[in-house]
């Protein structure tokens, strides 16, 4: 299974927070008290943004963190980068620093590099302003609205599509 880090989790929550309080400058405890998520996590994360770009601090008694961009300018990718390091699913892939034992007799060598890219691209594709829309209503779910049919929206890199759930 491919799982991102409970704190990227948190920062992809903690980010979208920020994002919504856009352009004004917020603090760990007030990010803390909105999410949900504990004060030394969240200071932990916005620490971590700051030398990767994502965010700048202000010091002083009006000081605090904003984001450095608009949400809609900020990655997915950017941000598990940020806490998780490079997007690699396995050790053979560019930007990895840990070896493969095995990697000069491997028949897949270069290949999980394709497989690696387009999960990078997809990642790339989705902003934080995307992570902020609500989420899409489930199959037999009332939405206020009576109850929705069993077609539901699926984000594609750069657009959008339609899937049957059955």
């Given at each position: 299974m491919i799982k991102l880090s409970k704190l990227t989790d948190y920062a992809v929550v903690v980010l979208t927070e920020m994002a919504r309080q856009t352009p004004v400058v917020v603090t760990?405890?007030?990010?803390?008290e909105r999410t949900g998520v504990p004060s030394p996590t969240v200071?932990?994360?916005?620490?971590?943004m700051v030398p990767a770009?994502?965010?700048t601090s202000q010091r002083g008694a009006a000081g605090g963190?904003?984001?450095?961009?608009?949400?809609?300018?900020?990655?997915?990718?950017?941000?598990?980068?940020?806490?998780?390091?490079?997007?690699?699913?396995?050790?053979c892939v560019?930007?990895?620093?840990?070896?493969?034992?095995?990697?000069?007799?491997?028949?897949?060598?270069?290949n999980w590099e394709m497989v690696n890219q387009?999960?990078?691209?997809?990642?790339?594709?989705?902003?934080?302003?995307?992570?902020?829309?609500?989420?899409?209503?489930?199959?037999?779910?009332?939405?206020g609205h009576?109850?929705?049919?069993?077609t539901t929206q699926v984000l594609e890199p750069g657009r959008a599509g339609s899937m049957r759930l059955g």
């Open positions: 760990v405890p007030q990010l803390a200071a932990k994360i916005l620490k971590t770009g994502l965010m963190y904003r984001l450095s961009r608009a949400a809609e300018e900020i990655s997915i990718a950017e941000i598990i980068t940020a806490l998780d390091g490079p997007i690699a699913l396995t050790a560019h930007g990895v620093e840990t070896v493969c034992g095995v990697e000069s007799l491997c028949p897949m060598r270069g387009a999960v990078r691209n997809a990642l790339e594709a989705v902003s934080l302003a995307d992570m902020m829309a609500p989420a899409w209503p489930l199959h037999g779910v009332d939405s009576g109850v929705v049919d069993k």
